[in-house]
């Protein structure tokens, strides 16, 4: 099996290592920087720009890889799965249209509406041209959220209480937005906690991984600047301890219909990841946001339990076939701390050198940002090192993540907080805290 695998993170380099466990694989990789750990797993790659779509055609032309296997949202949003169909090599990942579940937060928002599947929250969609109505609408509600309409690396959506406080800000916001995007959304803020559920699916049957949850903030006890997530775990009874099975089950149950509601809207069957940014409320589980890959950090607690040949089940996404599979993720618990560049994410220090010292048997290194030079391995400015812990319980995995994590040497840090007992039991008194309220 020849694979091309897009992308150059350590989401990618995860994916990178699932498919490598079967030993005929031979993985060819299209990267926008030297990620050692992909390199190492890959037989040839090249270097270049996701907006390339061009090399991207002649490098998958060369090779004539058997499917290709796209990473990021960047390249699903420039349209190469429709690129690479257009060659004939399958890819696990939506075309251009279907990545409007992720590209476009008015489309997903308007999709469930128009499908009458619960998970939205109140919202309104403005134009420059509609947003005087804006000021009525916000008063229809206590706090609200800013979301631009479209792809901001997660840096766009504005939330009042922590990046603004006044519904006159929001307003500016939304004014700010509309100069460089053609639409903005403004939602009831939400109340919560909140999850990740990423699912594989053919466009037809679509399979829930275990619940994960993520940690934006850049600093221990949740507090700092928003990040692309500094670190995420997982349990080993496939829930998290503010979750409930029902909770799950309501998740799956709206990726379900999203599923069936995005065939009939485009025609297409979505073939790949579709990630559910959930919250559980007081009032049961709501959508936050769709991303049409997996999550960065968030691969890093599902893939190295996956108990099936991972390229069977690409195999089985692209032949529609899923349900022919039973897919198997083991009982552990898992937990992923990123150690990124000092001064992370607003003023990092840029191209410094890490030494990495030795990693315990069981913990995970996943290479993300950084670069392989001839004397040794150097951060750029963002997430540089996942180190993953996977074990029998949440503790145990915590300490092999936090023992990994500090073995890493150089201007970095990494919250040491993250899947501490402590940090868990203060998400679960807030969830009763929550349900209390309704009583
Ligand atoms: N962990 C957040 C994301 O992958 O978008």
Redesign the pocket.
């Known amino acids: 099996m020849k694979i091309l695998l897009i992308g150059s993170g350590a989401r990618e380099h995860v994916i990178a290592e699932t498919l490598k466990k079967n030993s005929n694989t031979q993985l060819y990789s299209y990267l926008k920087s030297k990620n050692p750990g992909i390199i190492s797993l890959s037989k040839d790659f090249e270097l270049g720009s996701y907006s390339d779509l061009d090399r991207i055609k002649r490098y998958a032309q060369k090779i004539k890889p058997d499917f290709a296997f796209i990473g990021p949202e960047g390249p699903l949003g420039n349209g190469v799965v429709d690129l690479l169909d257009e060659i004939g090599i399958p890819s696990i990942g939506p075309t251009k249209s279907l990545a409007r579940l992720e590209t476009s937060k008015s489309f997903t928002r308007l999709l469930l509406r128009k499908y009458k599947i619960s998970g939205n929250p109140k919202f309104e969609i403005f134009t420059k041209k509609k947003l005087h109505s804006a000021k009525l609408f916000l008063k229809e509600m206590e706090e609200c959220v800013v979301k631009p309409d479209g792809l901001t690396g997660?840096k766009g959506v504005k939330v009042q209480g922590d990046h603004f406080q006044t519904k006159r800000e929001a307003l500016d916001y939304c004014n700010e937005v509309l100069k460089t995007h053609p639409r903005v959304i403004v939602e009831e803020k939400m109340e919560g906690e909140e999850f990740?559920l990423q699912c594989l699916t053919d466009g037809k049957i679509v399979i829930a991984t275990p619940p994960v949850q993520?940690h934006k903030r850049a600093y221990v006890d949740d507090k700092g600047p928003n990040t692309?997530?500094m670190g995420?775990y997982s349990c080993e009874n496939h829930l998290l301890p503010f979750l409930t099975k029902r909770d799950v089950e309501d998740g799956l149950t709206i990726t379900k219909k999203v599923a069936g509601a995005l065939y009939k809207e485009t025609g297409e069957y979505y073939k790949g990841v579709m990630?559910a940014g959930l919250i559980v409320t007081k009032d049961g589980v709501k959508l936050v946001e769709y991303?049409a890959r997996f999550?960065?950090?968030?691969a890093m607690n599902v893939l190295p339990l996956l108990e099936n040949d991972f390229v069977d089940v690409c195999n089985s996404i692209i032949n529609q076939n899923l349900n022919k599979i039973k897919i198997k993720l083991q009982n552990k618990a898992t937990v992923c701390k990123y150690v990124v560049p000092k001064g992370y994410p607003d003023n990092p220090v840029r191209n410094k050198k890490i030494e990495i010292g030795k990693i315990q048997k069981g913990a995970g290194i996943y290479y993300a940002s950084v670069d392989q030079k001839d004397d040794g391995i150097y951060l750029t400015s963002s997430r540089g090192v996942a180190c993953l812990g996977i074990a029998d319980s949440l503790e145990k995995a915590e300490k092999i993540a936090e023992t990994a994590a500090k073995s890493i040497k150089g201007d970095v840090f990494h919250r040491e907080d993250i899947g501490t007992e402590k940090l868990v039991e203060k998400r679960v008194r807030h969830m009763e805290s929550l349900k209390n309220k309704k009583l």
Do not use: R, T
Request: net charge negative; glycine share 34%; charged share 25%.
């Open positions: 997660g990740s993520d692309g997530g995420s990630y991303n999550g960065d950090p968030e």
